[in-house]
């Protein structure tokens, strides 16, 4: 009797347990993967549930890649310009030839010399945008803000918010100095520390992505360099006098990757997740993301987005937009290490 029960029992514990659970796709992202619109079609379709860590900046993705273990990650979203960094330290994994096409992309995304290395191709532009000035054209004077000159004017202090990320900051200080991103090394870096010190004097805040948002939002500030539509495209409809440009001096042109981990146990999976991430579908939901919108990379997204999303996104202005933007800096070690001390020398002062 106690055997039967015993069985019994069993039996019913066995009934409450899956017959087999769906497989698991881990991704190290950015925080518009972490959208349900965005991963639940991919994860009906392949039965497959989709695990995500957010991470902000591409130092805490090496890092984090560096404190794994070798298949804890299978697919990564990296800023563009740095893919070769991470191919060189050993994370990301070759693509098998003709896995992805590129054959609608913008041309001016497609970035081949960032996403490969030695003849292979180690990652995929799949989202694009700028770095430029963000601001609320209700408070500030449209015309102020076609040039950086604006924020050492006098005129914005303490209404001036900085976005929370090195690279594109330096870069737009460099562009307000007469520096191009491409000529932005070890020597040319300390012609920015006085600007530098002088922005962040002038500003109230210095934030990452939603606390900028938030700031701009409800009037915290008036003014945020580093942004751009990635900000304020999300917020259209609730506050439509959220707006960007791109300042006679230029913007910085970001443009994030997606590629496969080095080490993953799942490369059919971690490349079919890839495919949809570029696919038209999966870009014109990437583009549209809950937590900051962007211009897809692929140009057969647009049948998949509305002309109102299109319009919000300046779908139409991208030539005009791509010509006058420059990439990140790529500096080397030496001078990334100086690039990042001199932003904490900001941060604490």
């Not at 039996?11 to 899956?18: C, E, H, R, T």
């Not at 900051?169 to 300390?190: F, K, P, S």
């Not at 139409?316 to 030496?334: E, F, H, I, K, N």
């Amino acid at each position: 009797m106690t055997f039967k029960r015993t069985c019994a029992a069993a039996a019913l514990l066995l009934g409450l347990v899956p017959a087999a659970q769906a497989e698991e796709l881990n991704a190290l992202i950015w925080c518009d993967h972490a959208d349900p619109k965005l991963l639940e079609p991919f994860e009906k379709a392949h039965d497959v549930r989709v695990n995500v860590k957010e991470y902000e900046g591409t130092a805490a993705g090496l890092t984090i890649l560096q404190q794994s273990q070798p298949g804890d990650w299978d697919v990564m979203v990296i800023d563009a310009v740095d893919v070769a960094r991470a191919v060189e330290q050993g994370y990301l994994a070759p693509l098998p030839d003709g896995a992805v096409s590129t054959a609608d992309y913008f041309p001016q995304v497609v970035l081949a010399d960032h996403n490969s290395v030695d003849g292979k191709t180690y990652a995929v532009t799949e989202k694009f945008g700028y770095n430029t000035l963000a601001y609320n054209k209700a408070k500030v004077d449209p015309k102020d803000m076609e040039s950086l000159a604006s924020l050492w004017s006098g005129k914005y202090d303490g209404r001036i918010a900085i976005y929370d990320y090195y690279l594109p900051v330096l870069g737009l200080v460099g562009l307000a100095e007469g520096i191009d991103t491409a000529n932005l090394d070890a020597a040319a870096l300390e012609k920015l520390r006085d600007p530098l010190m002088k922005l962040k004097a002038a500003s109230k805040q210095v934030s990452d992505v939603v606390a900028s948002q938030t700031a701009l939002a409800t009037g915290e500030v008036d003014v945020l360099i580093g942004g751009g539509e990635w900000l304020t495209a999300v917020l259209h409809s609730e506050n439509p006098d959220l707006d960007w440009t791109i300042p006679k001096e230029g913007g910085l042109l970001w443009a994030q990757s997606i590629g496969m981990v080095e080490g993953t146990q799942k490369p059919e999976l971690a490349i079919e997740f890839i495919k949809y991430i570029t696919s038209p579908e999966g870009q014109a939901r990437l583009a549209t993301s809950s937590c900051y919108w962007g211009m897809p990379a692929n140009m057969a997204a647009g049948d998949a987005l509305s002309e109102d999303e299109k319009s919000v996104l300046r779908w139409s202005d991208q030539t005009d937009y791509l010509a006058r933007a420059q990439l990140y800096p790529v500096p080397d070690a030496q001078t990334d290490a100086a690039m990042q001390d001199m932003w904490t020398d900001m941060l604490q002062n």
